[in-house]
């Protein structure tokens, strides 16, 4: 049971807009920055999203993040086949630890 | 180009220890908290620790407090996790993570390729 909640599955055709959402408490997102994994098959996680809505360099801008109250989504514009991958949220918590989302698998049909 | 390389991964058994070493590069070491994520098989993301800078500050997910240690030397820019007591819910691959600069937890960028730890008799 994770901290924070997400849908487990998601998926999306070629072109087609997905959100990915992330519900949380005041404890951690209500109060803290957010920030988006992308886990693609057999491989380490990558930052997609910090600071809520923020994307590091090279993350192509077809990936945004927003946050309101309590709750964060991930959206993917522009689906492509690549974008099939794991995807979890994270945020502090006041209970001093780092909570993430148990994770979106998203599929590209 | 930074990298992070764990090593010290493998099958050891219950209530036993192990340590695992994270080797950094291709980035100022002493400017940056690190941590620690695992990834049980099939399973999602858990954080394990962190540490700042000069090791003054560590934090733990309730599940390993008392259990592991994690740890850094600057020197050799080289991070570390002890593992004590091991149970088989350890059981997972362990990433070594790069964190903020500030305290901007929940961050980590870049992560290693991670190291299987199996704990089973």
């Known amino acids: 049971q994770s901290v924070l909640t997400q849908p487990p599955s998601a998926s999306g055709t070629p072109g087609q807009r997905v959100t990915i959402s992330c519900s949380g408490s005041?404890?951690?997102?209500?109060?803290?920055?957010v920030y988006w994994y992308q886990q693609l098959p057999g491989t380490a996680p990558k930052l997609l999203i910090y600071k809520n809505n923020q994307r590091p360099s090279g993350v192509p801008d077809r990936f945004s993040g927003s946050k309101s109250g309590t709750s964060a989504s991930l959206a993917i514009s522009g689906l492509r086949s690549e974008d099939e991958a794991d995807y979890y949220c994270a945020a502090w918590d006041d209970s001093l630890s780092v909570v993430f989302g148990g994770g979106t698998k998203l599929t590209v049909l | 180009e930074v990298q992070l390389v764990e090593s010290g991964g493998g099958l050891v058994q219950p209530g036993r220890s192990l340590r695992l070493s994270c080797a950094a590069s291709?980035?100022?070491?002493?400017?940056?908290?690190m941590s620690w994520v695992r990834q049980a098989p099939g399973k999602g993301l858990e954080w394990v620790a962190n540490?700042?800078?000069?090791?003054?500050?560590?934090y733990y997910v309730d599940s390993v407090k008392g259990r592991f240690t994690i740890s850094r030397d600057n020197a050799k820019n080289s991070l570390y996790l002890q593992m004590n007591s091991l149970r088989a819910e350890d059981t997972a691959v362990y990433y070594c993570?790069?964190?903020?600069?500030?305290?901007?937890?929940?961050?980590?960028?870049?992560w290693g390729q991670g190291t299987l730890v199996t704990v089973s008799s």
């Open positions: 291709g980035f100022t070491f002493t400017s940056y908290w």
């Open positions: 993570a790069r964190a903020s600069v500030l305290r901007f937890f929940g961050w980590f960028d870049p």
């Open positions: 540490i700042k800078q000069d090791g003054s500050e560590k």
């Open positions: 005041s404890s951690n997102i209500g109060s803290k920055y």
